[in-house]
């Protein structure tokens, strides 16, 4: 076996196959060698359900069909928690977290934990992308509301081209925190060469000495959260309960169309920039893989999960997709699987018309979790190759009964099941699921999605 050098992996990584890194990083996640189980059986469920998920990304048939379960915010419904209290008091939100697992974790093969924006630290920043439960919404509210905005002007294309940093320090993140306004004061960091007076001079403005010291609250409060998290929270994989190390990334045109343009920049620049639109996206794209593959997280990591937003069908034309949309995309995905990274791709609303085009991938290196897309055709056209998620529509998870959810899954897993490759879950993740339609999918999957061997 080889040693594992200073980064975390193995002295002989950079002359193994892409086959080879991916069977390391599964293995590391089939046998945890930092984990400490709590009991013998733990270690026996974790190893089953780890195995069972595995089985599905390589797309052969497990014990059963594994499933993801859209919990949501019910843990804190049932415990009469808003999100905003989840949010801004991070021990009650643990407390829910913890009665909901010892009641229904077993039953339900998911740990549920207390995933909540920090509401403080936000609001200390004076973040601007989300309106937040008492920051810009009612204090009721279920969850955040993404705030649609102009946040690079057409004519900064050049800026971010040019030096995708120094336009995210200067003026991006300016407008997207409100504390962070006074870095439109700093220099490019490409400035500061030998006696750099007049360069460090904006550290003696009061503006960036408060920016500074927010910054400074923030982290403060994240420690605080943190601590309190580590102290009273029970993490799932020495309880039995997988988790797969991931992060979250975005495809390189949403990053342009979501967070910087906005929906009607980026489509009145389709048409009117599409030059600048181009080299925008493959600078993304550069940018998102250099921040994937270079964070500290990268020798752990398992999958990385993309929401993908403005590719969907009827968004964009087909021609628009296969040389605007894809490319890009295409190019980050590559990059990770090089690396035996798998990427989860969250294929928000319908992609029936692109599904020939995202099916030039190896076997087993891509996870399609389908929204709203036909499932017996993505099984059709991709269940040979790849591993495919969903759609239990949310609708039916909020509104159904147990009955009509339960036929619904059993329809899915007749659809999907065979041959294995198949993760039974919800379509997107509602903030409001009911508690007999969780109950009502796992069921379905007991049932139906037993594979006699």
Same mark, same amino acid.
């Given at each position: 076996?080889?040693? #594992?050098?200073?980064? %975390? ?70 415990? !009469?928690? /808003? ?11 643990? @407390? ?52 649609? %905005? ?62 500074? @010291? ?16 580590? /102290?009273?929270?029970?993490? !799932?994989?020495?309880? %039995? ?22 929906? /009607? ?6 048409? /009117? ?109 991709? !269940?040979?190759?790849?591993? #495919? @998620? ?34 039974? !879950? ?28």
């Amino acid at each position: 076996m080889a040693k #594992i050098n200073q980064n %975390g992996l193995p002295d002989n990584w950079t002359e193994m196959s892409r086959e080879q890194k991916r069977e390391y990083r599964l293995n590391q996640y089939l046998n945890p060698t930092n984990v400490k189980f709590v009991s013998p059986e733990a270690e026996e469920a974790y190893k089953v359900r780890a195995q069972r998920m595995v089985d599905a990304y390589n797309v052969e048939e497990p014990d059963r069909v594994p499933v993801h379960l859209p919990i949501g915010n019910l843990p804190f419904n049932l415990a !009469g928690l /808003r999100m905003y209290d989840a949010m801004n008091d991070v021990e009650k939100a643990i @407390q829910a977290c913890k009665a909901f697992n010892e009641k229904y974790a077993e039953g339900l093969d998911t740990l549920a934990y207390p995933f909540a924006l920090p509401g403080k630290v936000l609001e200390i920043l004076d973040y601007k992308l989300y309106a937040l439960p008492g920051h810009g919404l009612s204090q009721d509210a279920p969850g955040h509301q993404f705030v649609e %905005g102009e946040y690079m002007k057409v004519d900064e294309y050049d800026d971010l081209i040019m030096d995708p940093s120094n336009f995210w320090l200067r003026t991006y993140l300016p407008r997207v925190y409100g504390a962070f306004q006074s870095f439109r004061n700093l220099v490019p960091l490409t400035d500061m060469l030998e006696i750099p007076m007049g360069e460090i001079m904006p550290l003696a403005t009061p503006e960036v000495q408060d920016t500074l @010291q927010r910054m400074l609250d923030a982290g403060k409060e994240l420690q605080r959260r943190n601590e309190i998290t580590a /102290r009273l929270m029970d993490f !799932g994989p020495g309880l %039995g309960f997988p988790a797969m190390a991931t992060r979250y990334a975005f495809a390189p045109f949403d990053a342009i169309g979501d967070t910087l343009r906005g929906t /009607r920049g980026v489509v009145t620049d389709m048409f /009117r920039h599409r030059d600048k639109l181009e080299k925008a996206v493959d600078v993304m794209a550069d940018v998102t893989i250099d921040s994937l593959l270079r964070a500290p997280s990268f020798p752990g990591l398992n999958a990385v999960m993309f929401p993908l937003h403005k590719g969907a069908d009827g968004w964009m034309s087909e021609e628009q997709y296969e040389n605007l949309y894809w490319p890009s995309l295409k190019k980050v995905m590559d990059a990770l699987i090089a690396e035996g990274i798998i990427p989860v791709m969250f294929a928000e609303g319908g992609y029936e018309t692109r599904l020939d085009t995202i099916k030039d991938f190896p076997k087993g290196s891509v996870v399609w979790w389908f929204d709203q897309t036909n499932m017996a055709k993505a099984k059709k056209v991709l !269940g040979d190759k790849f591993c #495919i @998620q969903g759609n239990v529509p949310s609708s039916l998870i909020c509104t159904g009964t147990p009955d009509k959810v339960k036929d619904y899954c059993r329809k899915l897993i007749e659809d999907c099941g065979p041959g294995g490759g198949y993760i039974l !879950g919800a379509g997107c993740i509602p903030d409001d699921p009911k508690l007999e339609s969780i109950l009502a999918i796992m069921a379905a999957a007991k049932e139906f999605g037993v594979y006699k061997k």
